[in-house]
């Protein structure tokens, strides 16, 4: 694995299951993401208005550039059903070199 020149995030949001698409292709419309992955059926236990609450959920793993993961949450937001939406961005630090590269091609501005 190599080190990329330019840095790049994997962004987790978790959404309704019937939502999980939607927000998908927004950001893939947008190019503000390369490729989204939907893992349904996940169970989500967490605090809300006081007292656990629980959900099922879709996880979605969102790679992108790390300068588009600003306009990438404001996206999200704008058709996420939540009032408080999960958007968690992490660093790649290492990775295949031309997975990475695809990354970077499929949300260069240029491709809008």
Partial sequence: MERTTKM????L???PIE???KISKTVLQER????VNILRDVRSLFWWEGKIDTAEESLLIIK???ELVTKLEDSIKR???YEVPEIIA???TQGNK?????VNQETASDNH
Wanted: aromatic share 8%; net charge neutral; hydrophobic share 45%.
């Fill in 32 to 35: 503000l993401a390369a490729c």
């Fill in 98 to 102: 031309k997975y990475l590269d695809w």
């Fill in 79 to 81: 058709v996420h059903p």
């Fill in 8 to 11: 790049n995030s994997i962004v």
């Fill in 19 to 21: 939502s999980a698409e």
């Fill in 13 to 15: 949001v978790t959404c």
């Fill in 90 to 92: 992490l660093p790649i």
């Fill in 64 to 66: 992108t550039r790390t």
